[in-house]
């Protein structure tokens, strides 16, 4: 398949697949944390849950709606932080705020480099990292809604 | 969205003035740039650049000011430019124009000085559904300061007015209506001249958001008999920051000013000012004399090729574009109002609009993709946003094509159509 260019670096086949099957994408009903995230600019909203005990978080979920990278940003997110404790799962946030944002932290992300791509793209980098703020307001306990805006 | 009243082919022609305009020139990603957001802004013609750069080169002075000979010159450009306001609009006199730094200002000025004067308890305050947030606001931040309540007119499904709700509505404590004369969401032109009729009948005040209106459609306020109308120089090729207030005389008179300053002053002391009249109560400190003259360069532009003749190529290309447009499978308009102007508001199933708004972008196709300033309205047809390609003179039928053939690509890369195709 050829003609994307540029295109195929932001929109990955595993992008496409967690956009079209987004993973985890429920509300959890035994959750112990829950925020709420929005992107005002384009209206991307989206509600974490995660049920945390004794330092690890055991479960986590998402309902919600955006466009394909937020989506599937969220969903790969989930499936790479369950079953991970709250530290780890806190470094990961920081260092994929510096992946999408900066640059790439030496480390392995695993299936989340394919989200690395969306750096070129200066004006969809909120999509990807709205997930991620909105799980660290979750962990965190922080009250107010998490914003990228 | 009415017949052309021209012939087609020579009414497309119009499009050879993309050459006037600079910007067309240069290529985005490496494509020929198609821009299709001019509901967001219009590019800038050559005369409207010079006339900005000539300003500072040769006339530059503050106005009002000084007895030399360049504020004179100086404020002798700032008074031609309202008169030719005053023209564009037919309004019956120069004073009844007021320069702001674009429609939002416009609106803002209305609600802090004709709203909390006059507003009270229990005022209602008519919205129409398709208002942008500028339309919205203001009147929102002065209903919660004054107690008066805002009703919206509801919008139909495919994207008009509900007028018998609107003449439901209307009632002795409707004291001020608000409409966009063109929704920018939708590209709805809304029947004004009949929506002023009826709100007249019960003594409430009209005002037209003509932001969308004045580049597509020659716009007289007297044949409208509208309250005020206002607009931003910017959606008319003009620069940005400057934009004009029309107010009917007797209404701007009774106004209080809103800000207060330098120029919109009689005398002063510490005890107590009193005001300039009409326009300058209103246009506190220096204003943007060099985007007046740019406007006023603007105006003369399209005035030079007619209003008539681009609001015609701009209904013959829409019309195209939504012939185009239709035969997309899993394309869905939002807005398909009877009589519509130079936009085309969509959905694609299985596209996010920004997923499709970044993919257009990779080919040199700019189009807006979000809720155009009006959430409300997006609300009220269950979308996130909409993906919304916008007209102006210098836009071709080969931009429309442009457009197809990048969702046609849009919907291969998401796998919705045969990638081999």
Known sequence: ?149 | MNAPSHDTETVMELSVHAADFPILARPVHGKRLVYLDNGATTQKPQAVIDAEAAYYSESNANIHRGVHWLSQHSTDLYDRGRERVRRFLNAAQVEEIVFTRGTTEAINLVAASWGRSQLKAGDEILLSGMEHHSNIVPWQMVAEQRGAVIKVVPVTDSGELDMAAFAAMLNERTRFVGVCHVSNALGTVNPVEEIVRQAHSVGAVVLLDGAQAVAHQKVDVQALNCDICVFSGHKLYGPTGIGALYGRRELLDAMPPWQGGGDMIHTVSFERSTYAPTPQKFEAGTPNIAGVVGLEAAIAYVQEIGLERIAAHEDSLLQYAVQKLAAIPGLRFIGEAADRAAIASFVISGIHPHDLGTILDMEGVAIRAGHHCAMPLMTRYGVPGTARASFALYNSRDDVDVLVAALHKARRLFGLEDQSA
């Open chain 1, 1 to 149: 398949m050829t003609g994307f260019g540029d295109l195929r670096e932001l929109y990955q086949e595993v992008i496409f697949d967690h956009n079209r099957r987004p993973r985890n994408f429920h509300a959890l009903e035994d959750a112990t944390h829950r925020a709420d995230g929005h992107n005002p600019l384009c209206g991307d909203q989206l509600t974490v849950y995660a049920r945390v005990e004794d330092g690890v978080v055991q479960d986590i979920s998402f309902i919600g709606h955006g466009c394909a990278i937020s989506t599937a940003s969220a969903s790969l997110m989930t499936e790479a932080v369950k079953g991970k404790p709250v530290e780890e799962v806190e470094a990961l946030f920081h260092d994929m705020h510096a992946m999408l944002t900066e640059s790439h932290p030496d480390r392995d992300f695993g299936k989340l480099e394919v989200l690395s791509g969306v750096r070129e793209f200066p004006a969809r980098v909120k999509c990807a990292t709205l997930a991620w703020h909105t799980l660290h307001n979750a962990i965190t306990q922080a009250q107010e809604i998490a914003k990228t805006e």
